[in-house]
């Protein structure tokens, strides 16, 4: 089986300084893009998985490269570095705040506008799903979750946006054992979603094992490239 690591990232700052956390500073995404480009990686969108056919088809070194929350910092910043390097990524949009703050956190970041969301290139940027509130899908009843979904779609389709069935869970929050996920995966699938991504920072063996299950590497701020290199091959095993 292939392997595939599938990275996550948040805020992009232009300050080493308040690069920690969920926060990363311009100049180490920089160094991190750089080296996927000369190390032979070769950035896929989840729309892109579908032309795998065999093992044999897939890219030696294929990576994912997520963004949550479509913080605004990601089109000044994060955007025109992929473009730069060559690489894709995939964006996933929390619908309600769009235009507008992150009020499930800080309430200080801007969320793009709809306007600034459809002047992304899709060859470069793949957009997807992060729910329609933010909320926290192990702490929802069915009927809650469902109404999310019909919110997300009802946005999308007013919109016009194009968005791919790939939902990243906020917080990488989910329900996670017994009957309560059964009845999670069967309302995804009902509702068509292609791929649920939660975090577990570990790396994919592709083709996957649930598809309602990918794990992703969480890269914090406060990381060097050495460290971001390890976690990239073999997620946190390595510690």
């Given at each position: ?18 690069s ?7 100049s ?12 032979g ?8 998985l ?15 490269i ?20 060559g690489l894709?990524?995939?964006?996933y ?13 800080t309430?200080k ?59 990243a ?9 017994g ?13 068509k979603i ?6 577990g920072?570990r ?13 992703r ?6 990381y060097?490239?050495?460290?971001f290199i ?5 997620g946190?095993?390595?510690?």
């Amino acid at each position: 089986m292939a392997k595939l690591p599938v990275l996550m990232y948040h805020n992009v700052v232009d300050s080493t300084n308040e690069s920690e956390g969920l926060a990363v500073s311009v100049s180490k995404l920089e160094e991190q893009f750089a080296y996927l480009k000369s190390h032979g990686y070769t950035s896929v969108h989840f729309k892109d998985l579908s032309v795998f056919k065999s093992e044999a088809d897939f890219p030696e070194k294929a990576v994912i490269i997520t963004f949550d929350d479509v913080y605004e910092n990601q089109l000044i910043h994060a955007y025109p570095l992929l473009e730069k390097y060559g690489l894709k990524a995939c964006f996933y949009i929390p619908f309600a705040y769009v235009g507008g703050l992150d009020n499930w956190n800080t309430g200080k970041e801007k969320i793009m506008t709809i306007d600034q969301l459809k002047s992304l290139n899709e060859e470069i940027v793949e957009l997807g799903l992060h729910s329609f509130n933010h909320g926290k899908y192990d702490q929802m009843s069915v009927e809650a979750i469902q109404e999310d979904f019909d919110l997300c779609k009802e946005f999308i389709q007013n919109n016009s946006l194009v968005v791919h069935n790939t939902l990243a869970y906020p917080y990488g929050k989910y329900p996670k054992k017994g009957e309560e996920q059964t009845t999670f995966f069967k309302l995804l699938h009902e509702n068509k979603i292609g791929y649920g991504l939660r975090i577990g920072n570990r790396v994919n063996q592709y083709p996957f094992k649930n598809l309602y299950e990918i794990q992703r590497i969480d890269v914090k701020g406060e990381y060097d490239l050495k460290t971001f290199i390890k976690r990239l091959k073999k997620g946190k095993s390595w510690f």
